[in-house]
């Protein structure tokens, strides 16, 4: 190989390492919120997530005293919702699958999957030990007694779009 050639190998070499760097520092990545509802919001949570990580809340219905659980996706600054689970039918609980979704029936829950709903933000009354009993899981990264560390919070639950590189600096200094 000739000098010339040389330069110009290690001249890509570098380019395409340097490319990478910043196309990972700039890759734009969810990071999950959950904020006390005020004029000047309080940070309760603030979690990177992976692609295709599953965000499940779960409550115990005030009227039916059955547990519930809804399934969420990020994806482009929204949450959308996967799948409902529930264990009846009774009051204020779904009965009837959407128009784009599909129902079955497993030995423990009721599921409502698909339906295309997606929010920007979901607003959670966090109860306390005797009602509500409040959960959030990201599974194989975390999970929070939301009931036991927030009792009686209004909260509200959004995903914000930020890139890798950020998202880094703020769990390093949060």
Known sequence: MKSGEKRL???????????????????????????????????????????????????????????VEDEYYASSGMLWQWEERVRSHNAGLPFLKRSRGIFFQSPCWMHFRGGGAGYPSIFLRIGNEEFG????????????DLFREFPGKPVTLRVRETSLLFAWWESLFS
């Open 9 to 67: 190998f290690r001249f890509c070499v570098r380019a395409f390492f340097t490319a990478g760097i910043l196309y990972f520092c700039c890759v734009p990545v969810p990071v999950l919120i959950l904020e006390e509802r005020r004029e000047a919001p309080k940070v309760f949570v603030s979690q990177s997530l992976v692609p295709s990580q599953p965000i499940i809340t779960r409550y115990i219905h005030s009227v039916e005293k059955t547990p």
């Open 133 to 144: 009993q409040n959960q959030l899981e990201l599974p194989k990264i975390a999970s929070w």
